[in-house]
């Protein structure tokens, strides 16, 4: 059963998705790589990624990797948090193995009572995946490094960030609604997106300024916005102005994929009239470190525009911080700024 909240009817993204390239339906593809599907899958999909082959901090180089991905399959292990709110929102079946530890609570239910730990969003348990006999596994993000050891067990797709959050949300979708033969409900489910989110940046366009920054320990960084460069660094850091519309107060900030580190004076300097926090320390339970309200209520903040008018809005650390991406998170993102901006 479908988890999509109501959504109204939309089509901006829909007309669009059938075209997607890498992304076709067919009974004979070949697989370049990555894997064949299980003998005797009736049916198989052709998927076609960007594979980043570089090594740790070395500058990303991609090749394009094609996979035969089975349609419908009963075993999937999923290590993306945002591929499994996305599958599990288009009705995918409960999926045999995740890092169970990531999982947040709203997630929960698109995970089998009896599913594997296949490790952590970084480390896969080879052996305990080998032995579940996956007919697909899905990566991105953290956990793309793990590409090469999976695909050797069972058809491997990276469904990492590819172009900006939108293009990667609809490319998605759209290819795992048609893994699930769901397509018209994922259609439909971006449209709705879509839709949220124009009527969202309508609600930003009001507000003068803007600035995102994480608390991590007792410390801040501010988030770049992303200006058209959607690199991993910047991919998070740029939601809140690209995605949302945020007007940023200054765009002179260093790109890092946890912000460029920042002083509390740094916020009575530049005033935003809205602060968009990301409290990392509550994403990723910080053993001892105060919650962002806490490292926030100083004397220094409270000379800030954004303290004086309660215009510091505090975002779902799991949804932009862990997963920040998936169906279900992308509307908790929406409903976030819509309730701090209206």
Not at 30 to 35: D, I, N, T, Y
Not at 116 to 130: H, M, P
Not at 140 to 160: F, H, K, M, Q
Request: aromatic share 8%.
């Amino acid at each position: 059963m479908s988890m999509i909240r109501p959504l109204s009817a939309l089509s901006l993204v829909a007309a669009s998705a059938l075209v997607l390239a890498g992304c076709a339906s067919q009974n004979d593809a070949e697989a370049a790589a990555g894997g064949d599907a299980p003998a005797g899958a009736d049916e198989t999909i052709e998927f076609t990624f960007e594979n980043n082959i570089a090594g740790e901090d070395e500058e990303p180089e991609y090749e394009s990797v094609t996979v035969n991905v089975p349609k419908d399959p009963e075993n999937v292990v999923i290590f993306d948090m945002a591929s499994l709110d996305t599958w599990g929102s288009l009705g995918g079946a409960p999926v045999v193995g995740a890092p169970l530890d990531s999982v947040p609570d709203y997630l929960a239910d698109f995970v089998a009572d009896d599913a594997i730990n296949a490790g952590t969003l970084f480390e896969a348990d080879l052996l305990e995946i080998e032995a579940a006999q996956p007919d697909l596994i899905i990566v991105a993000g953290r956990s793309a490094t793990l590409y090469d050891d999976l695909r050797e067990i069972a058809p491997t797709v990276n469904l990492s960030s590819e172009g900006s959050f939108e293009e990667t949300l609809e490319r998605n979708t759209t290819f795992l609604g048609e893994v699930l033969g769901a397509e018209d409900e994922a259609a439909t489910a971006l449209a709705d997106i879509e839709a949220q989110l124009a009527e969202v940046r309508e609600l930003t366009a009001e507000i003068e300024t803007g600035l995102s920054v994480m608390v991590s320990g007792d410390s801040l960084s501010a988030l770049k916005p992303a200006n058209g460069d959607y690199s991993g660094r910047n991919l998070r850091g740029g939601l809140v102005y690209d995605l949302f519309g945020v007007a940023p107060i200054t765009d002179d900030i260093e790109a890092a994929t946890h912000g460029e580190p920042i002083s509390f004076e740094f916020l009575t300097e530049f005033d935003p009239e809205y602060l968009f926090v990301t409290d990392r320390n509550a994403a990723t339970n910080e053993e001892g470190a105060q919650s962002a309200d806490v490292v926030l209520d100083n004397d220094i903040v409270h000379e800030t525009t954004a303290w004086k008018n309660d215009n510091i809005v505090y975002l779902d650390p799991t949804a932009w911080y862990i997963v920040f991406g998936g169906l279900q998170t992308t509307q908790i993102m929406i409903d976030d700024i819509t309730a701090g901006v209206a």
